[in-house]
């Protein structure tokens, strides 16, 4: 009998089986293989429980929390190129519902089966303070090797202190050389001033460059940081002429006999808050804060960032002040919270001891707390995040150009990573072409 023309069915080689799926086997035979195992199973349950459960809880309302020292990442533009790919790690990981929860449980379990903090925070006090962890120590000559890229998140340091370790992975691996931010600076200062403006530039220091006592012997990136630290106030000062808050919080430090930062959080407290105020204005108009009278407030509290950040439920207990600027009048009002757009401080009429003048603030998360303060110092100030500018400029720009003179607060570690967005030459062109269609003059 001949095969038709028309029958397809494959031929099958002498000697040879027909092609069968390894788990259509029979068991007894030694390359069967089933198609769900039981650790396939184990591992897809897994799977859909740690992707299922944050989902349904965001059904029900539940919402990702901030538990680090940084706003939760947005989703990443599409029109970014391979950056959407990137972005979309960093993105997943801050959105993801109950993580907090997450984090605590990590160092709840470390702590009490292994006695120890979590490797992500901790360093090892028995080898001097050590980083543990698959990253080593920076050299102690950082001139002979690259420093070391650690991404630990807190320092734990001595007494209960916590410290950002983003202040030395700042400043021992930047974007662009520190050259290049203070050229930066120098650009956006004669950009406003071209028109007619004054600019004041005031750096809130990191916690680390103003109580660097509680820091353990060693830490990653120290050696380097140190060094950068002198070079970039050196220079932050004399070229870019920022306000130098260092030697005053000191000094303020000494005299209320506490330091002006949390000890776990990264921020500094209403010390440092008001004394970046009498900054300002003294920059501003020497002389003006001498009829200023301040007073204890009231004590507030509330969650400390590096505390979250490693696990930790501490709180800041923070104490307030009221401050008459005329010596007799309390004018200070309620600490902001947001300055994603643009918020106006000040109490009319204006008394002795106050700018009278339009003053813009541009900050970051060290402005909040001063808010409390500016309508005590400024009859007419707006103040504005500064974090917004590169991708929507506009309610920046528009704030710059209501004003007078245009102070910009800015955090060390932001500064030294060459990452502040108002540094960016895009930016500064699109600041210079604001505030030249509106002169002052």
Same mark, same amino acid.
């Given at each position: 009998?001949?095969?038709?023309?028309?029958?397809?069915?494959?031929?099958?080689?002498?000697?040879?089986?027909?092609?069968?799926?390894?788990?259509?086997?029979?068991?007894?035979?030694?390359?069967?293989?089933?198609?769900?195992?039981?650790?396939?199973?184990?591992?897809?349950?897994?799977?859909? /429980?740690?992707?299922?459960?944050?989902?349904?809880?965001?059904?029900?309302?539940?919402?990702?929390?901030?538990?680090?020292?940084?706003?939760? $990442?947005?989703?990443?533009?599409?029109?970014?190129?391979?950056?959407?790919?990137?972005?979309?790690?960093?993105?997943?990981?801050?959105?993801?519902?109950?993580?907090?929860?997450?984090?605590?449980?990590?160092?709840? /379990?470390?702590?009490?089966?292994?006695?120890?903090?979590?490797?992500?925070?901790?360093? #090892?006090?028995?080898?001097?303070?050590? %980083?543990?962890?698959?990253?080593?120590?920076?050299?102690?000559?950082?001139?002979?090797?690259?420093?070391?890229?650690?991404?630990?998140?807190?320092?734990?340091?001595?007494?209960?202190?916590?410290?950002?370790?983003?202040?030395?992975?700042?400043?021992?691996?930047?974007?662009?050389?520190?050259?290049?931010?203070?050229?930066?600076?120098?650009?956006?200062?004669?950009?406003?001033?071209?028109?007619?403006?004054?600019?004041?530039?005031?750096?809130?220091?990191?916690?680390?460059?103003?109580?660097?006592?509680?820091?353990?012997?060693?830490?990653?990136?120290?050696?380097?940081?140190?060094?950068?630290?002198?070079?970039?106030?050196?220079?932050?000062?004399?070229?870019?002429?920022?306000?130098?808050?260092?030697?005053?919080?000191?000094?303020?430090?000494?005299?209320?006999?506490?330091?002006?930062?949390?000890?776990?959080?990264?921020?500094?407290?209403? #010390?440092? $808050?008001?004394?970046?105020?009498?900054?300002?204005?003294?920059?501003?108009?020497?002389?003006?804060?001498?009829?200023?009278?301040?007073?204890?407030?009231?004590?507030?509290?509330?969650?400390? #960032?590096?505390?979250?950040?490693?696990?930790?439920?501490?709180?800041?207990?923070?104490?307030?002040?009221?401050?008459? %600027?005329?010596?007799?009048?309390?004018?200070?009002?309620?600490?902001?919270?947001?300055?994603?757009?643009?918020?106006?401080?000040?109490?009319?009429?204006?008394?002795?001891?106050?700018?009278?003048?339009?003053?813009?603030?541009?900050?970051?998360?060290?402005?909040?707390?001063?808010?409390?303060?500016?309508?005590?110092?400024?009859?007419?100030?707006?103040?504005?995040?500064?974090?917004?500018?590169?991708?929507?400029?506009?309610?920046?720009?528009?704030?710059?150009?209501?004003?007078?003179?245009? /102070?910009?607060?800015?955090?060390?570690?932001?500064?030294?990573?060459?990452?502040?967005?108002?540094?960016?030459?895009?930016?500064?062109? $699109?600041?210079?072409?604001?505030?030249?269609?509106?002169?002052?003059?």
């Amino acid at each position: 009998m001949t095969r038709s023309e028309h029958d397809t069915a494959p031929e099958v080689p002498t000697g040879e089986l027909p092609p069968i799926h390894e788990s259509l086997l029979p068991r007894e035979h030694v390359l069967h293989r089933p198609r769900h195992g039981g650790r396939q199973r184990t591992a897809l349950t897994c799977a859909l /429980v740690f992707f299922l459960v944050p989902a349904l809880a965001f059904v029900l309302g539940v919402r990702p929390q901030d538990v680090e020292n940084h706003r939760l $990442a947005a989703f990443p533009s599409p029109g970014a190129g391979w950056g959407f790919f990137t972005g979309l790690s960093n993105w997943a990981t801050d959105n993801l519902p109950l993580r907090q929860f997450g984090v605590r449980a990590e160092t709840a /379990v470390s702590n009490s089966l292994f006695g120890e903090p979590p490797a992500f925070s901790r360093t #090892d006090r028995q080898n001097g303070g050590t %980083p543990v962890g698959p990253i080593g120590p920076v050299p102690t000559q950082p001139s002979q090797q690259p420093p070391t890229a650690d991404y630990s998140q807190v320092i734990v340091g001595s007494n209960g202190w916590l410290y950002y370790a983003q202040d030395m992975i700042a400043k021992c691996l930047p974007s662009q050389p520190l050259a290049t931010t203070i050229g930066e600076l120098v650009a956006l200062r004669t950009a406003i001033e071209a028109s007619g403006r004054s600019m004041v530039l005031v750096v809130a220091p990191d916690k680390s460059t103003v109580v660097p006592q509680y820091l353990p012997a060693s830490y990653p990136n120290k050696a380097c940081a140190d060094q950068v630290t002198n070079q970039f106030w050196s220079a932050v000062t004399s070229t870019a002429g920022a306000i130098d808050l260092r030697a005053g919080l000191s000094s303020l430090a000494a005299t209320n006999h506490r330091p002006a930062y949390y000890a776990a959080d990264t921020h500094w407290s209403d #010390d440092g $808050a008001l004394y970046l105020v009498r900054a300002i204005a003294e920059a501003i108009s020497p002389g003006v804060t001498r009829t200023w009278r301040s007073g204890p407030a009231g004590v507030l509290s509330g969650p400390a #960032d590096l505390s979250r950040m490693v696990g930790g439920t501490l709180t800041d207990r923070d104490q307030t002040y009221q401050l008459s %600027p005329d010596g007799v009048a309390d004018r200070t009002g309620r600490a902001d919270t947001d300055l994603n757009q643009p918020t106006h401080f000040g109490s009319p009429p204006p008394t002795t001891g106050m700018i009278t003048s339009p003053v813009a603030v541009l900050g970051d998360s060290f402005l909040l707390p001063a808010t409390r303060y500016l309508p005590a110092a400024f009859g007419d100030a707006t103040a504005i995040d500064y974090g917004g500018v590169a991708s929507a400029p506009g309610p920046v720009i528009s704030t710059m150009v209501s004003a007078r003179t245009i /102070v910009i607060e800015v955090v060390e570690r932001n500064l030294t990573a060459g990452t502040a967005p108002f540094l960016q030459p895009q930016v500064i062109a $699109a600041v210079r072409a604001g505030l030249a269609s509106h002169p002052v003059r």
